[in-house]
């Protein structure tokens, strides 16, 4: 309430000095307006005039790049700024020192971010890896020089193209409230090779495990299959339904899944689609389906010789390992909630979501580049930089920008 006032005083003034007029006015009205700022201090966006700089030295201390490029001091690294406060976004590219200035910005806390993309050759065969790294809630009140640790690691070949958790609006003529049975998967082979799904795990990774080394799985199915059974080709979608029907028929404006590649199927009453293959329940802690939260949630692939090598945790979570996990995105309606994120930097540095449940939103990997016909999605380990929000979901299938 004070900052809009506040800020239309703000206003007032501006156009009232322009206007020249009565000098002892404006005089009064600055006392005034100047009486009323500390009282709202806290609420108030800062003005043009508090600004200030920031530099982000961008360094990999892990002698990656200072094997391949001869110093630890990463150059043309692309840097994000998100203030915490204000959502506003900035970016810039480090300079050949590794360092990215940021100028006139407000002050705030920040989580920032960096990554860049390089091609190493190793044994005669050149492999794409990302430097990526990031820090959560940086305090930037003054004039500020911080260091940012990025970290080597290859880009995924088999992704998630896009998680559709959001479910759908109460619609006639049943106007269900809370509709997520439309929940799916879509899982894209970014690679040049044929991967085989057989026995990959998807797994939903439980709250406040991120420093560990286990995910925490409330829910973790496997797809069939004793090898080579399902393969997918380069280029190719998977889609793994929560029910493969077409949900069209309870909610107009949802999708129809009958033709889904797989699907969640928990035991009766769950739906059971006879034409659509199930993924094999590994663990069901709860719930009437594997249903994604359609708030905040993490969801992983992975791949696991034995998924019960590591057995239960307390509270009847199935662990699997942090260090198999082939891709996974973490999400979240409230953008700036960054201290909640479910999983570490080296899997997903950032967080993507931003938008409120039950309005058929869903969230998409952005197209990288074409490699021929062939459609190369983005992956920097970062999903605030690698996914967009779709208003509407796209199973099987991309829309690009
Ligand atoms: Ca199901
Ligand atoms: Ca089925
Ligand atoms: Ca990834
Ligand atoms: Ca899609």
């Given at each position: 309430m004070e900052l809009s006032s506040a800020e239309k005083s703000t206003g007032y003034l501006a156009d009232i000095m322009e206007n020249n007029i009565n000098k002892v006015f404006v005089s009064i009205l600055i006392v005034v307006i100047g009486l009323f700022i500390p009282a709202c201090e806290e609420n108030v966006s800062p003005p043009a005039s508090m600004r200030l700089n920031l530099a982000v030295n961008v360094v990999d201390t892990t002698g990656f790049y200072y094997e391949h490029f001869g110093s630890d001091l990463v150059d043309s690294a692309d840097v994000y700024i998100n203030s915490i406060s204000y959502y506003t976004n900035n970016d810039t590219i480090s300079d050949s020192l590794g360092a990215a200035q940021f100028i006139q910005i407000l002050p705030d806390r920040y989580n920032i971010s960096a990554s860049k993309r390089v091609k190493v050759n190793l044994n005669n065969k050149y492999f794409d890896y990302i430097l990526n790294g990031q820090v959560q809630d940086v305090s930037i009140f003054q004039d500020n020089t911080i260091t940012l640790y990025v970290y080597p690691s290859l880009p995924g070949q088999l992704l998630f193209s896009e998680i559709y958790y959001n479910g759908s609006p109460p619609q006639a003529p049943y106007n269900i409230p809370q509709y997520f049975h439309d929940q799916f998967t879509e899982i894209y082979n970014n690679s040049d090779e044929v991967i085989y799904l057989d026995s990959i795990i998807i797994s939903d990774v439980d709250y406040g495990h991120a420093e560990e080394d286990f995910v925490y799985a409330i829910h973790a199915y496997m797809f069939p299959g004793s090898g080579q059974d399902y393969p997918l080709n380069p280029g190719e979608f998977v889609v793994v339904a929560q029910d493969a029907i077409d949900h069209t028929t309870a909610v107009p404006s949802s999708i129809d899944?009958?033709?889904?590649d797989f699907e969640y199927y928990v035991g009766p009453p769950d739906v059971d689609n006879p034409d659509i293959p199930n993924m094999i329940k590994l663990h069901h802690k709860y719930g009437v389906d594997f249903l994604y939260s359609v708030f905040n949630d993490a969801i992983v692939m992975l791949k696991v010789k034995d998924p019960y090598a590591l057995g239960y945790s307390q509270f009847d979570c199935l662990l699997l390992p942090f260090s198999s996990v082939i891709d996974g995105v973490d999400y979240r309606d409230n953008l700036s909630e960054i201290e909640y994120k479910r999983l570490p930097s080296s899997i997903d540095a950032g967080l993507t979501g931003g938008f409120e449940s039950y309005q058929n939103k869903s969230i998409q990997r952005k197209i990288d580049f074409y490699k021929g016909d062939r459609i190369i999605l983005m992956d920097n380990n970062n999903s605030s930089i690698d996914f967009q929000v779709m208003d509407r979901p796209t199973p099987g299938y991309i829309i690009g920008e």
């Open positions: 899944l009958s033709g889904a």
